[in-house]
């Protein structure tokens, strides 16, 4: 089992920078994709971005060029630096990791953007 807890999440105004963390903890060797989802009221949850254990990264169109992922493998930490922060980027955001097959999520952390 993987544990994750996001941190990070709060009230910004358009245009504005947040920084998530997500720290995972118990099985943690062999993880593989450290991944960011999303998910806005009324809308399904969707991908924001994610980063291979070795450090290839990719990203939604809508947060490319906004949005940096980044991950610290010894201290079992992905970040989501998100800069120029939209209205529209307003949502739960979620943390997911794959471990030998197995998918895990976090509780997510709230991301409010007022325009």
């Known amino acids: 089992q993987v544990q994750l807890v996001e941190s990070g999440g709060g009230l910004v105004q358009a245009g504005g920078s947040l920084r998530l963390s997500c720290a995972a903890s118990?099985?943690?060797?062999?993880?593989?994709?450290m991944d960011w989802y999303r998910q806005a009221p009324g809308k399904q949850r969707e991908f924001v971005a994610r980063?291979?254990?070795?450090?290839?990264?990719n990203y939604a169109d809508s947060v490319k060029g906004r949005f940096t992922i980044s991950r610290d493998n010894a201290k079992n930490t992905v970040y989501l630096q998100m800069n120029s922060l939209k209205p529209e980027d307003t949502a739960v955001y979620y943390c997911?990791?794959?471990?030998?097959?197995?998918?895990?999520w976090g509780q997510g952390t709230q991301v409010t953007v007022s325009s």
């Open positions: 118990g099985s943690i060797n062999s993880i593989n994709l």
């Open positions: 997911n990791v794959y471990r030998l097959g197995a998918s895990f």
């Open positions: 980063i291979t254990s070795g450090g290839t990264t």
